[in-house]
């Protein structure tokens, strides 16, 4: 099997990674990520997503690949450049929605329809606020984290906070966990309870 042959990618991909080479965009979410939200995703129809960090897009355009007509997705970033970015190639998709705010503002004061399926790519939602961010999955919903293997642009001491949150994710009784040493090290999270 040679999982680098992807055959079908999002109509908008290679633009967004044109995008963010142009714009110097250094976060950038791994390809096979993109494919395991997409999946994921599509076993979830008239499904309510949310995605913590847009970024320049990469995930959110395999997201929205996965979604059927009656799907909807909400994407958070702090940086406006990058929503306003992002907001071109999306836009005009009313399945989405993209809010430029402070990620752990919007999941403190949201109080909205719980979500079936949670791409935490930002501090909040991931290292900050994660019961707030448990607690608003559906029962068999999932939570979907990424970088959790060492990566280059780890800050010094970043290792210590990945591995008290996998120790955290462990424990936890509301979710059951498979842990992947693949892409860029991911977990993914079913809400049990």
């Not at 029962?139 to 955290?168: A, C």
């Not at 090290?185 to 049990?192: P, Q």
Request: glycine letters at 8%; hydrophobic letters at 40%.
């Amino acid at each position: 099997m040679d999982q680098a042959l992807i055959l079908e990618k999002p109509e908008q991909y290679t633009r967004l990674l044109q995008k963010s080479n142009e714009i110097g965009f250094t976060m950038p979410s791994d390809i096979y990520i993109g494919t395991l939200l997409k999946s994921l995703i599509a076993s979830k129809p008239k499904g309510n997503f949310l995605e913590l960090g847009t970024g320049i897009g990469l995930s959110l355009s395999w997201m929205i690949e996965g979604m059927d007509a009656e799907s909807s997705i909400t994407s958070i970033d702090n940086d406006s450049e990058l929503v306003k970015s992002v907001s071109e190639f999306f836009g005009n998709d009313k399945r989405v929605n993209l809010i430029c705010d402070d990620a752990a503002e919007f999941l403190q004061r949201y109080d909205g329809p719980n979500f079936d399926l949670v791409f935490a790519d930002a501090w909040p939602g991931k290292y900050a606020c994660l019961d707030e961010v448990l607690d608003l999955i559906n029962k068999g919903g999932f939570y979907i984290i990424d970088d959790m293997s060492s990566q280059p642009n780890w800050p010094e001491g970043h290792d210590e906070n990945v591995r008290n949150l996998i120790s955290t994710l462990e424990i936890r009784d509301d979710i059951t966990i498979t842990k992947m040493d693949w892409s860029t090290g991911v977990i993914i999270a079913v809400k049990i309870a």
